[in-house]
């Protein structure tokens, strides 16, 4: 399975839009970019996923690199409720496992 | 709808013990997978299954049974229960094994405790 690269941890001001980055520089051309996140006390949820183009939607933005090796998830406006470890993970066709790695921890400052 | 359901939320066990944890979805899905959660870590593959009669061993196996005898259910048990399996345990749910654009939906976690 393809691996992944997120920092730790990252601080974002209320109200203000979030960058998360994730590094996949050993990514396949079929492989597909999903992002979860864990909020507290909680299993993880779905918020995106994308193959080559930038995708929208309710929850968030996914903007792709041109050579697909890195991808951000954008919040664009940060609240409270949305501090929660974000985790990036590739699918790759015919494979039946999500590996997921330790994530970003985004902490939302009021 | 009720998703994907896990029972019990907690659990506390003796060492050498055994106990099942159970999951059930509603949701007609071909793929489920158990998921173990260390304090402070991500998330480990324990098992999954692809459909009712097939299962096999993801990242962690090791002191952990599965089966799945029907589409609903993937229970998992713990044979002779140690305090290194004291984790959050996660089921996941998705439709169909192999579309990698289809997402996981997952139950609220069972916190188990071995003394």
């Known amino acids: 399975d393809a691996k992944t690269t997120q920092p730790n941890s990252m601080e974002s001001n209320e109200e203000e839009p979030v960058h998360l980055p994730c590094n996949h520089s050993?990514?396949?051309?079929?492989?597909?970019i999903h992002w979860y996140r864990q909020l507290p006390s909680q299993g993880p949820e779905y918020v995106i996923h994308?193959?080559?183009s930038n995708v929208n939607n309710r929850m968030a933005s996914l903007a792709i690199a041109e050579d697909r090796k890195s991808s951000t998830l954008i919040l664009h406006r940060a609240t409270l409720r949305d501090a929660a470890v974000y985790y990036c993970?590739?699918?790759?066709?015919?494979?039946?496992?999500?590996?997921f790695g330790t994530g970003t921890r985004l902490k939302v400052l009021a | 709808n009720a998703g994907v359901t896990q029972t019990p939320k907690f659990q506390v066990l003796k060492t050498g013990q055994s106990m099942t944890l159970q999951c059930a979805q509603d949701m007609n899905h071909e793929y489920m997978s158990w998921y173990r959660q260390d304090p402070g870590m991500g998330l480990r593959l324990i098992h999954y299954s692809v459909g009712a009669g097939i299962t096999d061993q993801g990242e962690v196996p090791n002191g952990y049974n599965v089966s799945r005898s029907t589409t609903e259910d993937f229970p998992l048990r713990l044979l002779s229960a140690a305090p290194s399996q004291t984790s959050v345990y996660f089921c996941a749910s998705r439709g169909t094994a192999l579309n990698p654009a289809e997402k996981l939906f997952f139950g609220s976690g069972t916190q188990l405790s071995v003394l």
């Open positions: 994308g193959l080559t």
């Open positions: 993970i590739l699918r790759a066709p015919g494979t039946y496992k999500y590996i």
């Open positions: 050993t990514i396949s051309g079929t492989d597909y």
